[in-house]
C-alpha cells in the first residue's frame, strides 16, 4: 500500500539528491549530498564526522544501485528510486527501513553531537535543522514531536521513526536534508 503523499516525499527527496540535475541518481550525488550537509553544520570534509556522513550516504546508494540491479557506477532513475523506496517501506517494514537508514542516522548523531552522550539534545537538533535550510521554529517543533519519550535528547530510533513518519505523512519536517 502506498500513497500519493508517500510518492510525491519521494519525488522531492530524489530532487534533492539529485544534485547535478541528471534527472538520475549517481554515488556521486550522495557524496555531494553527505557533504553539503556537514559542511552546512560546520564539519570539515576531512573530519571523522564527515567522513562517516561521506560513508553512509555511499551505503545508501549502494543499496539503491543493488535494488535497481545497476552497477555502483551506475544510475538509479527517479522511477526505480521510487520504487526501491516504496517496497522498503510498505512491502519489507520496519526492520528493513532501520537496517538501511540506520547508518545515516547515525552519521548524523555522529556530525551533531557535541557532547559525545551518543545522541542529539533539542540544542544540536535545532543546529542540525537549521544547517540544513529548516527554520529555527520548525525545527523546535519538529523536536517536539519527535522525542517521543520527552528525555530532552534524541536517540537514533527516535530519528528512525521520525524519517518514517515524514515519508508517511505524520511529520512535516525532512531530517535527510
Same mark, same amino acid.
Given at each position: 500500500? *502506498?500513497?500519493?503523499?508517500? *510518492? ?15 534527472? *538520475? ?12 550537509? $556537514? ?13 562517516? @556522513?561521506? =560513508? ?17 557506477? !551506475? ?17 519489507? !517494514? ?16 555522529g556530525l551533531c553531537d557535541r557532547? =559525545? ?20 521554529? $520548525? ?9 517521543? =519519550?520527552?528525555?530532552?535528547?534524541? *536517540?537514533?530510533?527516535? @530519528?528512525?521513526? $521520525? ?7 505524520? @511529520?512535516?519536517?525532512?531530517? @535527510?536534508?
Open positions: 500500500m *502506498t500513497t500519493a503523499l508517500t *510518492t510525491d516525499r519521494l519525488r522531492q527527496r530524489f530532487a534533492k539528491w539529485d544534485v547535478d540535475g541528471s534527472g *538520475t541518481l549517481e554515488r556521486a550525488d550522495f557524496e555531494r549530498e553527505a557533504e553539503r550537509v $556537514a559542511g552546512a553544520f560546520g564539519a570539515q570534509p576531512k573530519s571523522k564526522e564527515a567522513t562517516a @556522513l561521506r =560513508d553512509a550516504f555511499r551505503n545508501l546508494f549502494d543499496f539503491h544501485a543493488r535494488e535497481a540491479g545497476v552497477p555502483p557506477n !551506475g544510475s538509479v532513475s527517479e522511477d526505480q528510486f521510487i520504487r526501491i523506496n516504496e517496497k522498503l517501506m510498505f512491502s519489507e !517494514g520496519e526492520a528493513s527501513f532501520n537496517r538501511v537508514l540506520r547508518p545515516v542516522m547515525q552519521a548524523i548523531v557532547n =559525545d552522550d551518543g545522541m542529539i539534545n533539542r540544542e544540536e537538533f535545532v543546529a542540525y535543522l537549521q544547517g540544513v535550510g529548516v527554520d529555527q521554529s $520548525a525545527a523546535q517543533d519538529a523536536f517536539r514531536q519527535i522525542d517521543t =519519550d520527552n528525555s530532552g535528547e534524541l *536517540t537514533v530510533d527516535e @530519528l528512525l521513526a $521520525a524519517v518514517r513518519n515524514f515519508h508517511y505523512g505524520k @511529520l512535516d519536517v525532512p531530517l @535527510l536534508g
